[in-house]
């Protein structure tokens, strides 16, 4: 079973020893002495099945069980030890056990919202909160149910719970020590850019776009959904002049996945102020890095990304002196980016002719914030490039389907084949070169850690090291409580950053202790990936800009730190990211 698996396991396990406790004590006090003990019973076989589950949790991790052992366990044995002895000797009224099945209840359903609603990392102020509304809970199934305590009992417990509550809060709402990112939008990098050679200019305003054969309202660039393609050759110096017609929130322009320059990463409060309707930004840097890319807003991107403001930008080889370089038409260059438009997936069927024996190379973008399937079906192909870096030594595949997370980019090369070829992204034909009916549901997916050919990893030590652990809990620190999307139990503004050094060499471990896929994405860098779930990469070297973490996965990436600046690292789910999980990589 996946570790993902087990937390699942484990969640539905606590629920059923909760629901049984209290399903219990309900019966009893209704005097249903036959439901009363079936569903105790079902409840102990559930809280003892918990410590099973739990264990083999920290076996996976610590931070996959820290609450549970701190938190959960104290309360499953508080429980264990005030119902299991009344239910050893059950008295001729079954009413008498109703309050001890409802502690058990209380105190186990108290543990599971620890897990819920807080999560990692185990704290002080959850287990007090916790031991604070078990108490409480008791102490008005006593009054209700007739049964008042000692008045010494009564008081006694009302003091605990009162302390505990008051002292829980206090050290659940207490503001955090996160120092504060800077936000003066200098420009943080002295290198000289030079004279434009490739120059665009992207106006984003609100439009009606037809897809899917009906109007729909969109944000867009230069009124189209995606924005225009952007091409450049290597050493091209990109100029692109963003103005804003009328999206009143602002836009920005994020080039991602390539490593600019941090003044020109386009992030609103980090980099530079949003761009506001009638003004306009010009960002400008070189073309150094050869490969598949996109570009989109990242003012308010949860929403301005699904409704279209994004585009392709692809940045070519420049001919090499000497070399003889396929004339222009000589193969075919497709780019696919994939996005839901309005319900409406993106892009529309396509189909062409190419002749058998051309080149082809297709570059399959996923803008969207969830993964996405592709089928390359009718022919071999390789996988060259991931995330706009070549592989090395990329085996042919066949009947072989690929996951892209969100933000990121495979690129697929075969030769055409003088049957039809098609590309499938969910099982809906995308490209195709005549009619194919392959049923590639089926395929096995590429796991692109054992793909290609493997090299050392070419640092022998880190110079920092940062832990990750990605989760769900109440968000207390603002004027309203949220539920929030949280790094090591905190969300944006207030997890700390990441502070580094130029020239270090930096480790991430990235913990997924959430039932949710986040994929991972840190601007300005490319990732080298070290291991998942324990099990070194041993495939091609893989330089990513975008990877899922599923539930339950710990992954290790390195990289070095060799462009200063502030930039943010956050899960590109973006409403996973607009939801507090947001953090910073700071040069310090």
């Known amino acids: 079973?996946?570790?993902?698996?087990?937390?699942?396991?484990?969640?539905?396990?606590?629920?059923?020893?909760?629901?049984?406790?209290?399903?219990?004590?309900?019966?009893?006090?209704?005097?249903?002495?036959?439901?009363?003990?079936?569903?105790?019973?079902?409840?102990?076989?559930?809280?003892?099945?918990?410590?099973?589950?739990?264990?083999?949790?920290?076996?996976?991790?610590?931070?996959?069980?820290?609450?549970?052992?701190?938190?959960?366990?104290?309360?499953?044995?508080?429980?264990?030890?005030?119902?299991?002895?009344?239910?050893?000797?059950?008295?001729?009224?079954?009413?008498?056990?109703?309050?001890?099945?409802?502690?058990?209840?209380?105190?186990?359903?108290?543990?599971?919202?620890?897990?819920?609603?807080?999560?990692?990392?185990?704290?002080?102020?959850?287990?007090?909160?916790?031991?604070?509304?078990?108490?409480?809970?008791?102490?008005?199934?006593?009054?209700?149910?007739?049964?008042?305590?000692?008045?010494?009992?009564?008081?006694?417990?009302?003091?605990?719970?009162?302390?505990?509550?008051?002292?829980?809060?206090?050290?659940?709402?207490?503001?955090?020590?996160?120092?504060?990112?800077?936000?003066?939008?200098?420009?943080?990098?002295?290198?000289?850019?030079?004279?434009?050679?490739?120059?665009f200019t992207l106006t984003a305003g609100t439009a009606t776009v037809r897809v899917g054969g009906r109007d729909v309202a969109a944000w867009a660039f230069n009124g189209q959904v995606p924005g225009p393609e952007l091409t450049a050759t290597a050493g091209d110096i990109i100029e692109v002049t963003l103005r804003n017609r009328d999206i009143a929130r602002g836009v920005t322009l994020h080039w991602h996945g390539y490593d600019v320059p941090n003044s020109q990463d386009g992030v609103p409060g980090v980099t530079q102020e949003a761009v506001l309707p009638g003004q306009e930004f010009v960002y400008r840097f070189r073309a150094d890095q050869v490969g598949t890319y996109w570009y989109h807003t990242h003012a308010v991107s949860d929403i301005g990304v699904r409704k279209g403001l994004y585009g392709v930008l692809v940045v070519r080889p420049a001919p090499v002196a000497g070399v003889d370089v396929p004339a222009p038409g000589a193969g075919v260059d497709v780019t696919v980016p994939v996005h839901t438009l309005a319900g409406v997936a993106l892009p529309e069927p396509r189909s062409e002719r190419v002749e058998a024996g051309t080149p082809v190379r297709l570059r399959l973008i996923n803008t969207d914030s969830t993964t996405h399937r592709y089928a390359l079906a009718g022919t071999p192909f390789q996988v060259a490039a991931i995330d706009g870096f070549d592989l090395r030594g990329p085996q042919p595949l066949r009947d072989t389907a690929v996951l892209v997370p969100a933000g990121g980019r495979y690129d697929l090369v075969f030769s055409a084949p003088a049957t039809p070829v098609a590309l499938f992204v969910d099982g809906r034909a995308v490209w195709s070169t005549g009619s194919v009916s392959t049923a590639t549901d089926r395929w096995p997916v590429l796991d692109p850690l054992s793909y290609g050919a493997g090299s050392p990893v070419p640092w022998s030590r880190f110079d920092r090291d940062f832990t990750l652990v990605l989760?769900?809990?109440?968000?207390?620190?603002?004027?309203?409580?949220?539920?929030?999307?949280?790094?090591?139990?905190?969300?944006?503004?207030?997890?700390?950053?990441?502070?580094?050094?130029?020239?270090?060499?930096?480790?991430?471990?990235?913990?997924?202790?959430?039932?949710?896929?986040?994929?991972?994405?840190?601007?300005?860098?490319?990732?080298?990936?070290?291991?998942?779930?324990?099990?070194?990469?041993?495939?091609?070297?893989?330089?990513?800009?975008?990877?899922?973490?599923?539930?339950?996965?710990?992954?290790?990436?390195?990289?070095?730190a060799d462009n200063p600046g502030v930039w943010a690292n956050h899960c590109h789910n973006l409403p996973h990211a607009e939801a507090g999980m947001v953090l910073h990589l700071m040069y310090g």
């Open 1 to 199: 079973m996946s570790v993902g698996s087990l937390i699942a396991a484990d969640l539905g396990v606590a629920v059923l020893a909760a629901a049984g406790w209290l399903g219990g004590g309900a019966a009893a006090s209704a005097r249903r002495r036959r439901l009363a003990l079936g569903l105790a019973a079902l409840a102990l076989v559930a809280t003892l099945a918990r410590a099973v589950t739990i264990t083999t949790l920290v076996r996976a991790g610590w931070w996959f069980a820290a609450e549970k052992v701190l938190i959960a366990a104290p309360l499953s044995l508080a429980a264990l030890a005030v119902a299991g002895p009344r239910l050893l000797r059950v008295p001729g009224d079954i009413r008498a056990v109703a309050v001890p099945l409802l502690f058990a209840g209380y105190a186990n359903g108290g543990a599971l919202l620890v897990t819920v609603l807080h999560g990692y990392p185990a704290s002080a102020g959850a287990g007090l909160l916790a031991v604070a509304g078990v108490l409480t809970a008791t102490v008005v199934s006593w009054r209700a149910l007739g049964s008042r305590p000692s008045r010494a009992a009564y008081r006694v417990a009302l003091a605990v719970a009162v302390g505990a509550l008051v002292t829980g809060t206090g050290l659940a709402v207490a503001p955090g020590a996160a120092p504060a990112v800077p936000h003066d939008h200098r420009n943080r990098d002295e290198r000289p850019v030079g004279e434009p050679t490739r120059r």
């Open 471 to 560: 989760d769900r809990g109440l968000d207390l620190r603002g004027l309203l409580p949220r539920y929030a999307h949280t790094v090591n139990g905190a969300a944006d503004p207030d997890i700390p950053p990441q502070v580094v050094r130029l020239g270090d060499i930096v480790r991430f471990t990235i913990v997924n202790r959430s039932l949710v896929v986040h994929p991972w994405h840190l601007h300005g860098h490319h990732v080298l990936v070290l291991s998942r779930n324990g099990k070194p990469a041993t495939g091609s070297p893989l330089w990513l800009d975008s990877f899922d973490v599923r539930p339950g996965e710990v992954w290790e990436v390195a990289f070095p």
